[in-house]
């Protein structure tokens, strides 16, 4: 999983030009030992928001899809390959509130076994227990 975390970094970065300020290995992929579904998950911290038709199309020929403003200043993509989610990229602000919170979390589920292993059965039940999939 690492070195294909390293491959999509890489393809993304492209994408953002002089505005990309970091990118971030986030979401279950990012924390060795927790129970999760073959989908990597990239938090990509900007300057700004600028030329976004540009920076779309460049993310459509990587094979994302632009998903709807999560909130101000936090935009989404998403890929799929043959009908299944492969990819997802958050794009926030350099200051925005989402990106302490999406690497705090991670940091804490790779940092503590304790509550790595709640949220790993949490999250098992959940599934476990969804018919109808997300609303």
């Given at each position: 999983?690492?070195?294909?975390?390293?491959?999509?970094?890489?393809?993304?970065?492209?994408?953002?030009?002089?505005?990309?300020?970091?990118?971030?290995?986030?979401?279950?992929?990012?924390?060795?030992?927790?129970?999760?579904?073959?989908?990597?998950?990239?938090?990509?911290?900007?300057?700004?928001?600028?030329?976004?038709?540009?920076?779309?199309?460049?993310?459509?020929?990587?094979g994302?899809?632009?998903?709807?403003?999560?909130?101000?200043?936090?935009?989404?993509?998403?890929?799929?390959?043959?009908?299944v989610?492969?990819?997802?990229?958050?794009?926030?602000?350099?200051?925005?509130?989402?990106?302490?919170?999406?690497?705090?979390?991670?940091?804490?589920?790779?940092?503590?076994?304790?509550?790595?292993?709640?949220?790993?059965?949490?999250?098992?039940?959940?599934?476990?227990?969804?018919?109808?999939?997300?609303?």
């Amino acid at each position: 999983m690492a070195c294909s975390v390293f491959i999509e970094k890489e393809r993304v970065a492209k994408s953002f030009g002089t505005e990309l300020g970091d990118i971030h290995h986030v979401g279950s992929t990012a924390v060795p030992g927790l129970a999760a579904k073959p989908e990597i998950d990239l938090l990509v911290e900007v300057s700004e928001h600028r030329n976004q038709a540009a920076r779309d199309a460049s993310m459509r020929a990587l094979g994302y899809v632009r998903g709807k403003d999560l909130s101000a200043g936090h935009h989404f993509y998403r890929r799929d390959v043959d009908g299944v989610r492969t990819h997802k990229v958050h794009v926030c602000v350099s200051d925005h509130w989402q990106i302490e919170r999406m690497l705090r979390f991670r940091d804490l589920l790779r940092d503590d076994p304790v509550v790595r292993q709640q949220y790993q059965d949490l999250k098992l039940e959940l599934e476990a227990n969804n018919r109808q999939g997300i609303g």
